[in-house]
């Protein structure tokens, strides 16, 4: 792997993972790349490190730029293993360095290692650090998305070294947005964003307003960010900013989800006519499965839509096991401005609608009762009720897109003009 200076004297070191395919139940099937920045000036400063598998390569890139030894600093951003677990190979190279890091972040490091040996920095918001000819601002991040979490602004250079925030799990040869995109597509790299952010920021919105609010306030001019996953986003900076804004304000497309799970076929079949009834209201429609799905892909299809129809069938009078799982993720991810209905099929005795409905009230999501169920396998006059059912809801999700958004045809969807 080759270093990449990304800006003067500031050098990307960190490494590339093309294989993994598993981020902590995430899936991951263009891998990720672990980003840590090297800044060469009077006073030598390491900016996170890199999982710990991969500490060799980030020790051999740091090593072409310059002697571990005369690392003076390390900014630790976020404590995460993907972030930080290399940081005792790190300080056994630069025993003398300084590790500026929030307060929370050193109590978790001390969970990790023996920190006695080495010199520590507490820092908070608006304090900085002077590299020699550059100035590094600390801001901090809580619960973006660990309670440690900060991020680093180089004032000189305009660049916000942004942690987790802003990045995409992708594995790539290039290390820009304009290069990414110029290679694959710009639909490509908003898909990876969107997906990002559903299964890892989603219940973080509010935070996410107030930090941006919080960069506005303290003046921070960003012509660079660079995460500590994906791409750096060099080209157009204010546009990853515009998408995280609109994410966080609850935005959709104006499209429905239908996410089911089946035993023998009758709920499934249901999807057919309930999304021509969709369609015939005028909206967009996606059919998924979820044992034919990974999670966090149902996740994010979730999140892009403005509605969403869950569909379970019956099974021991209670939801069956992967829509039960589905709805536990997502309970977790805590989303809002969502409009949701469900669906169903069961034997000798119901329950699993019901279930449903009870727990996406819980979420506190808007619903569309009484949803619609049916008995062994769908007849004709039970696909013309989904059919009717399918083209109620969609009619709904259009007027609840309009109270909240206005008649914009669709935001954080990729290829739409956000």
């Not at 660990?146 to 680093?152: A, G």
């Not at 990002?196 to 960010?225: H, R």
């Not at 900076?237 to 035993?263: C, F, N, Q, S």
Request: net charge negative.
């Amino acid at each position: 792997m080759r270093t990449t200076e990304i800006k003067p004297g500031i050098h990307w070191v960190g490494a590339i993972d093309w294989a993994v395919r598993d981020f902590h139940g995430y899936v991951t099937p263009n891998g990720t790349t672990y980003n840590n920045y090297l800044i060469l000036d009077t006073h030598i400063t390491l900016i996170d490190t890199v999982k710990h598998d991969f500490a060799e390569y980030t020790v051999e890139n740091i090593r072409s730029l310059a002697d571990p030894a005369k690392i003076e600093n390390v900014v630790i951003n976020h404590i995460e293993n993907d972030h930080m677990s290399s940081i005792g190979q790190i300080m056994e190279l630069a025993p003398k360095a300084t590790i500026y890091i929030t307060d929370r972040g050193k109590k978790g490091l001390d969970r990790f290692y023996d920190t006695s040996r080495w010199t520590f920095k507490i820092v908070k918001t608006g304090d900085t650090l002077s590299t020699g000819t550059k100035t590094i601002v600390f801001l901090e991040t809580p619960m973006l998305h660990w309670p440690d979490s900060m991020m680093s602004y180089v004032k000189e250079d305009k660049l916000l070294i942004s942690q987790d925030a802003f990045g995409q799990h992708i594995a790539s040869a290039v290390r820009f947005d304009d290069e990414y995109c110029d290679q694959y597509s710009v639909t490509t790299l908003e898909h990876a964003v969107v997906d990002y952010y559903a299964n890892i920021l989603m219940p973080f919105g509010q935070l996410v307003k107030s930090k941006l609010a919080e960069v506005q306030k303290l003046g921070l001019d960003i012509d660079m960010i660079a995460p500590d996953h994906g791409v750096i986003w060099r080209k157009d900076p204010a546009k990853i900013l515009k998408m995280y804004l609109d994410m966080a304000e609850g935005k959709a497309a104006r499209k429905i989800v239908i996410i089911y799970d089946t035993m023998w076929h009758s709920t499934e079949h249901m999807t057919t006519p309930l999304a021509e009834g969709i369609k015939a209201a005028g909206v967009e429609v996606e059919v998924v499965k979820l044992r034919s799905t990974p999670m966090s892909v149902a996740i994010k299809k979730f999140w892009e839509c403005r509605g969403a129809l869950i569909g379970t069938p019956t099974l021991n009078n209670i939801m069956f096991p992967s829509v039960a799982e589905f709805l536990q993720h997502l309970k977790g991810l805590r989303p809002k401005s969502r409009m949701v209905g469900a669906f169903g099929s069961f034997g000798w005795g119901g329950g699993a609608v019901k279930e449903a409905y009870e727990v996406l009230k819980a979420m506190g999501l808007e619903t569309v009762e009484p949803g619609i169920q049916v008995m062994y396998r769908p007849s004709v006059e039970d696909d013309e009720k989904c059919f009717a059912f399918g083209k109620q809801f969609a009619e709904r999700v259009l007027e609840y897109q309009r109270k909240l958004q206005g008649d914009e045809p669709g935001v954080c969807r990729p290829g739409k003009q956000l």
